[in-house]
């Protein structure tokens, strides 16, 4: 008899955890697997940044990891939407962050907001992510370059490459929140549209007309860059505090 009961007992169980799992909806599952090594570096997958701190900065893209991201990045670029923007949040041993056309962290493209693509890439030195709110899919045109490593904002952010070249003109974006002389894009391409690199003459001519043409006209005063348009829209992400590592036995 305990035997019998036993068994109604378990297929009772079992048809209860069915009814249960049936009310309940899925949950997203999470990839905890390590990313692949990066491909081969290919000329379509490259983004150039042309930065006023000196020379050009490339950066691969992974389209094998955030594909949706990569195309809205390739699709603004070519629109020459990077153009010209500035680096309005530069935190010191943290990250750089660009991306808004008004400059002041709260806009974005035209285009609609991209869900997240949360994968295996890592916040490593040169890694390149999508800035977003609070709400993982609000990623749109803004995103940030890492001065250093902050792995434990990793499956936190959309990661879509990582800078290959030219890390040392990031290393000379002028830091501030924001920067007093903010650094800028002059110039955003793929690799794949084969645009030169721009000329020291060439960026500090360009330089000196986006500031001209960006200075307030007399008798005004600038616009703080970092003065929110609406509560609560700062796109940017959260500095964590860097990993601290294990105290050692005495």
Avoid: C
């Avoid at 808004?100 to 991209?114: A, C, E, I």
């Avoid at 890492?146 to 990661?159: A, C, E, I, Q």
């Amino acid at each position: 008899m305990s035997r019998l009961l036993s068994i109604i007992s378990g297929v009772t169980g079992l048809f209860m955890a069915a009814a249960l799992a049936a009310q309940t909806p899925a949950q997203p599952t999470v990839d905890l697997k390590a990313a692949p090594p990066p491909p081969a570096l290919e000329a379509d997958n490259s983004w150039n940044l042309d930065l006023s701190t000196g020379g050009r900065v490339v950066i691969q893209l992974r389209p094998d990891m955030a594909p949706n991201h990569v195309e809205r990045i390739k699709t603004l670029t070519r629109q020459g939407f990077y153009n010209g923007l500035v680096f309005f949040r530069v935190i010191e041993g943290f990250m750089a962050q660009s991306g808004d056309p008004q400059n002041v962290g709260t806009g974005g493209s035209p285009l609609p907001n991209l869900n997240a693509e949360i994968n295996g890439l890592m916040h490593v030195r040169g890694a390149v992510a999508a800035a977003r709110t609070q709400d993982p899919n609000s990623a749109n045109s803004q995103f940030y370059i890492m001065f250093t490593p902050r792995l434990n904002m990793d499956r936190g952010y959309s990661v879509f490459g990582r800078v290959v070249s030219g890390m040392n003109h990031v290393d000379l974006i002028e830091r501030g929140e924001p920067p007093a002389n903010p650094s800028r894009i002059l110039r955003a391409s793929l690799g794949s549209d084969n645009v030169p690199p721009m000329s020291a003459a060439e960026i500090q001519a360009e330089t000196a007309r986006l500031a001209a043409a960006n200075a307030p006209a007399p008798g005004r005063t600038q616009t703080p860059l970092n003065l929110p348009t609406r509560p609560g829209a700062r796109v940017a992400p959260v500095p964590q505090p860097a990993p601290q590592p294990a105290p050692q036995p005495q």
